[in-house]
């Protein structure tokens, strides 16, 4: 690995740097690693704008979920800012009128009743079904939301919300890119990820076994190998 290269890495929704923990400890050694602030700003455009003002000249890019789609504004802002790309848990597609009334529901739900009250409503499409009940990662995920807190939560939603759709943007990524996605991640399946792959010239795929949306904290060892092998 190029010792030189930094890597940003964006989490996703109601996801704070302990997203990346393995990654980090995995890969820090090698190069410097700023993990982004996913809920500093309402829109797509304003979280592109803090990230690209922290980052350094030319680096690598990772998004999860949410971060995937801040990556590609990113790149739409940016483009020779970024060495190489790494799409994990994500999808090109903007929301459906359905999710989008869902998420209009949950921002209702969270600034009534708190941050907890909408975490039994996420957690079962964060993880994989067997990991639905896993003590651990439920508490990971918990502490991750009541750190990023209701206000934090609206404003990813916004973001989120009037994100565009990101497929005609595809054929034009001429960096080495890697799109990862959990085996068993309902919220943006693997079709997603393959989607991507059939449009990004030169794009790998990595599907991760035993994960679901959250890849990185459910195995993460599969994720940093692959994360490893991008950056090689």
């Known amino acids: 690995m190029n010792p030189l290269l930094p890597l940003v890495l964006i989490p996703g929704l109601l996801n704070t740097p302990r997203l990346w923990a393995a990654q980090s400890q995995a890969i820090g050694p090698r190069r410097s690693i700023q993990v982004a602030d996913s809920a500093a700003a309402d829109s797509l455009r304003g979280l592109a704008d803090a990230i690209l003002g922290q980052a350094p000249e030319r680096f690598a890019l990772a998004g999860l979920s949410m971060g995937g789609y801040v990556a590609f504004e990113i790149l739409r802002r940016a483009p020779l800012r970024i060495d190489r790309l790494c799409l994990i848990d994500t999808t090109a597609r903007p929301d459906t009128a359905d999710a989008s009334s869902r998420r209009r529901i949950l921002m209702e739900v969270a600034a009534r009743d708190g941050i907890g009250a909408v975490l039994p409503l996420l957690v079962p499409g964060f993880l994989a079904p067997r990991h639905a009940t896993d003590a651990r990662l439920v508490g990971i995920i918990g502490e991750m ?64 076994p035993d994960a679901g949306h959250l890849s990185p904290l459910e195995n993460p060892a599969a994720v940093t190998a692959a994360m490893q092998e991008w950056l090689a």
């Open 145 to 208: 939301a009541a750190a990023v807190g209701v206000d934090g939560f609206v404003r990813q939603q916004l973001a989120i919300l009037a994100r565009p759709d990101s497929r005609p943007d595809l054929p034009a990524i001429g960096i080495p890119t890697t799109v990862i996605v959990g085996a068993d991640d309902q919220l943006t399946p693997r079709d997603r990820a393959e989607e991507m792959v059939e449009a990004i010239p030169g794009a790998r795929l990595a599907v991760i």
